[in-house]
């Protein structure tokens, strides 16, 4: 029994004995307080019982849930009890706590476009405790995902072919911002082996077609959807993959897919398999970075 309350507490041993006397100290200072206490705020004999009954049964219920603070201090437990208390506290009373900003998986999009996709990710993820969408990151300065950026109040940089290519600077300034993963949502620069090397397995891409086709150096925007309606294909859709020292090429996530129908034109097949990305963009990245970041 022990050793299962051990583990479901997630403690070693020490830490659980410190606990098992901090709820031991706590109960029998709660015990003898709720005795003390009509006497201390001037109850007698003639105060009736159940004004009694009720200030005992205060400090029992609610004193209970401060000594054993004051308590677990004096033992070194204060952040166990402390999560204790807020777990009450949220069940019982609906109080949110923020989340710790520590525990968030912090993430940097890339985009070089309108941005659309960024933008279902904001939305998807706005409300979330455990991924933030802390940086985006453009290599354009006048493009619709900065003003994105700016309206959603999120940091943006707007970084420089030479340093991005030639320097380190860029890790640094991700790493101090504690960006855990990257997303490119239309960012169309290879990615150098120093970020690939930073962030292994922690980049990932969308591609506007079902990889290993029509993809490559090249291979973007319009240009995909040309070139599978030129193929005549009969499917097409979009490919979530991680990032490598290739275009469109690291390891498969997820796919998706849509029928091309003979009337399709190129724009329209961008317009279907754009309303793909933005269905499932934002959950497959958010079961990637859960999955992985554990
Ligand atoms: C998307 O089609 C994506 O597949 C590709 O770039 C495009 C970005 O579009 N990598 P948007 O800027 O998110 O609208």
Redesign the pocket.
């Known amino acids: 029994m022990f050793s299962s309350l051990k583990t479901k507490w997630k403690v070693n041993t020490t830490q659980f004995i410190l606990i098992l006397c901090t709820f031991a100290v706590t109960g029998s200072l709660t015990a003898w307080i709720s005795r003390q206490i009509p006497g201390w705020i001037g109850f007698t004999d003639t105060t009736p019982f159940v004004y009694k009954l009720i200030l005992r049964l205060i400090v029992l219920i609610f004193g209970y849930q401060v000594i054993i603070l004051g308590v677990s201090l004096l033992f070194g437990q204060f952040p166990f009890f402390w999560n204790y208390e807020k777990k009450i506290l949220k069940s019982i009373f609906k109080i949110k706590f923020p989340q710790k900003e520590t525990n968030i998986v912090q993430v940097a999009i890339f985009?070089s476009?309108?941005?659309?996709?960024?933008q279902q990710i904001i939305n998807y993820f706005r409300h979330s405790s455990q991924i933030k969408i802390a940086l985006i990151v453009s290599n354009k300065l006048d493009t619709g995902?900065l003003s994105i950026a700016q309206r959603e109040n999120i940091p943006s940089i707007v970084i420089d072919k030479p340093t991005f290519f030639e320097k380190s600077d860029y890790i640094e300034l991700l790493q101090t911002k504690k960006i855990a993963f990257i997303v490119l949502?239309?960012f169309l620069w290879k990615i150098p082996t120093s970020i690939l090397q930073a962030y292994p397995e922690k980049i990932i891409n969308?591609?506007?077609a079902l990889l290993p086709k029509f993809g490559g150096k090249g291979m973007?925007g319009i240009k995909v959807h040309e070139a599978v309606k030129l193929a005549g294909e009969k499917t097409t859709g979009i490919t979530i993959h991680l990032v490598d020292d290739q275009y469109d090429h690291g390891k498969t996530l997820f796919q998706a897919f849509i029928t091309i129908h003979s009337d399709d034109s190129p724009e329209n097949i961008a317009k279907k398999v754009?309303e793909l990305?933005h269905q499932h963009f934002p959950s497959v990245i958010e079961s990637y970075i859960l999955k992985t970041n554990t």
């Open positions: 985009a476009g309108g941005g659309s996709n960024a995902v949502a239309g969308i591609h506007p973007y754009l990305e």
